[in-house]
C-alpha cells in the first residue's frame, strides 16, 4: 500500500461545478496535511494546510480532515478553467509525502 | 523578495558526468529538502537536512549527494552513480524541520535530462 494515495483522475468538470478530490494515508502518526496545486511545467504551490480534524475553507477552497479514516479531501467550488492542475496531496508524518497527484481539468 | 532559487532551469548532462543542482534561500528556514518528480508521479524525497552540517537520507538517496554548509544553501549533486536521472528536481524549505503546522515552500525547479 502506498503511504498516500490520491483518486488516479483524470477529473473533469464544467466550469462553476463543485471539484472533488481525495486523499488516503497509511500513517496513523501524520499530524499535518496539505493541499499543493502544480500547473504544467511549473514547481507545486502551497494552497491548504489542515492539522484537526473536520473542515477548513478558504475562498472557494475547503480541506476536510477526517484523522480516524485516514482521510483528507479537497473541496474546490465555483471551479474555474484557471484551477485545472495536478493537485497533490501531502501528508507529514516522519517525512513530507506526495501522493503521485490527481489531474483536474475545468471545461468552459 | 523572499524565496527559493533554483539554478540552472535547464540541465543537461552527459553520461558518466557528475553535475550539481543549486538550491538557495533567504527565508531564514531550518530545513530544506530536495524533492525528484517523474511524468505523472508524484514527489520522491532524496534528502532533507534539518539543520546546518546535517543532512539525512530520504526515499531514493542511491547516485546523489549533497552538503549543507550554510543555512541558505543545500545543493544536490547527481552522480554517475544515478543510472536514470532525468527528471524534475524540486527544492523545498520550512521553517522548522517535521513539526506540525511547518509548512514547506517550494523553488521553480531544474529540469534535468541525460544526453
Known amino acids: 500500500q502506498k503511504e498516500v494515495e490520491q483518486n488516479s483522475g483524470p477529473l473533469s468538470v464544467p466550469e462553476g461545478a463543485i471539484a472533488s478530490l481525495n486523499c488516503t494515508y497509511s500513517?496513523?502518526?501524520?499530524?499535518?496535511f496539505f493541499w499543493y496545486r502544480q500547473y504544467s511545467g511549473k514547481s507545486p504551490e502551497l494552497i491548504m494546510s489542515i492539522y484537526s480534524n473536520g473542515d477548513k475553507e478558504d475562498g472557494r477552497f475547503t480541506a476536510q480532515l477526517n484523522k480516524a479514516s485516514q482521510y483528507v479531501s479537497l473541496l474546490i467550488r465555483d471551479s474555474q478553467p484557471s484551477d485545472s492542475a495536478t493537485y497533490l496531496c501531502?501528508?507529514?508524518?516522519?517525512?513530507?509525502?506526495f501522493g503521485s497527484g490527481t489531474q483536474l481539468t475545468v471545461l468552459p | 523578495d523572499g524565496g527559493i532559487t533554483q539554478s540552472p532551469k535547464y540541465l543537461f548532462r552527459k553520461e558518466g558526468q557528475n553535475v550539481t543542482l543549486s538550491c538557495e534561500q533567504n527565508?531564514?528556514?531550518?530545513?530544506m529538502y530536495w524533492y525528484r518528480q517523474d511524468p505523472g508521479q508524484g514527489l520522491r524525497l532524496i534528502y532533507y537536512s534539518q539543520i546546518v552540517n546535517d543532512f539525512q537520507k530520504g526515499d531514493i538517496a542511491e547516485g546523489y549527494s549533497v552538503s549543507r554548509e550554510k543555512k541558505e544553501s543545500f545543493p544536490l549533486t547527481v552522480t554517475s552513480a544515478q543510472k536514470n536521472p532525468t527528471a524534475f528536481y524540486l527544492c523545498?524549505?520550512?521553517?522548522?524541520?517535521?513539526?506540525?503546522?511547518?509548512?514547506?515552500?517550494f523553488g521553480q525547479g531544474t529540469r534535468l535530462t541525460v544526453v
Open positions: 523545498a524549505s520550512s521553517m522548522r524541520p517535521f513539526d506540525r503546522g511547518t509548512e514547506a515552500f
Open positions: 501531502a501528508v507529514r508524518a516522519r517525512q513530507l509525502t
Open positions: 527565508l531564514n528556514h531550518d530545513a
Open positions: 500513517d496513523r502518526g501524520s499530524q499535518s
